[in-house]
């Protein structure tokens, strides 16, 4: 399986939402690999990242349908709503980190060191706490919360930044910036009436997201 690479370019002015024009000069990655269960329903996704030196920043598009967002806490099942995802490994050997967010802005993110699964979640996995959740800057341009689902047509965007210091933090040391990291993005909606499983770089046979050895490569430059 030939990984995907991507180029993530240090920017010095900060976009501070999804609509916001700084973007327009990121080039645009294609989440374009669709699982086989996923339904007839298959979205154009596209992802930008960057940094500015302390703090990745990235944004989602989706030209979207069938969305539905009802999670509000964080940390709680986002991935059964319309949801978008980076999965980031900044050193190798060191865990990934699982960053999910809904169409309406609620997040779930853990460390993960040992994806292998249990009856409870992972066998090494450790949950953001409410003060580094709240270091991650969200925005969307949907509300908090849909229900029930939007059939029509709907475009949506959503943009977050995540200091580099929480990686830091976690792992004991800090990531290369510049260097080359690891990382793959996804978009879901699990308990939508179309459920669709969508990926940057492709994943295996099996559903399954947390699989870093399908991830592709950022090179933080």
Not at 10 to 21: E, F, G, N, V
Not at 48 to 72: C, E, K, M, N, P
Not at 73 to 93: A, H, K, M, R, Y
């Amino acid at each position: 399986m030939t990984a995907s690479t991507c180029i993530v370019n240090r920017i010095t002015a900060i976009p501070r939402s999804p609509l916001d024009s700084l973007w327009d000069a990121l080039p645009r990655l294609s989440l374009a690999h669709f699982h086989s269960q996923s339904s007839t329903h298959r979205p154009r996704i596209y992802a930008q990242i960057a940094h500015s030196g302390d703090a990745l920043h990235w944004r989602f598009i989706v030209h979207d349908q069938y969305v539905l967002t009802r999670t509000v806490t964080t940390n709680g099942p986002v991935c059964t709503d319309s949801c978008v995802e980076l999965f980031v490994e900044p050193i190798p050997g060191l865990g990934y980190f699982n960053i999910e967010i809904n169409a309406g802005g609620s997040v779930l993110c853990g460390h993960i060191t040992d994806p292998t699964r249990t009856a409870k979640g992972f066998v090494g996995c450790s949950m953001f706490t409410d003060d580094e959740l709240a270091s991650i800057s969200i925005a969307t341009t949907l509300p908090r919360v849909i229900t029930p689902e939007i059939a029509a047509p709907l475009d949506w965007a959503m943009s977050a930044s995540i200091p580099i210091s929480i990686f830091t933090k976690r792992l004991g040391q800090k990531p290369p910036v510049p260097g080359l990291w690891r990382a793959n993005l996804f978009k879901c909606a699990d308990d939508s009436s179309h459920p669709h499983w969508a990926s940057w770089a492709p994943i295996t046979a099996k559903l399954n997201f947390h699989v870093p050895e399908c991830f592709g490569t950022l090179e933080l430059r």
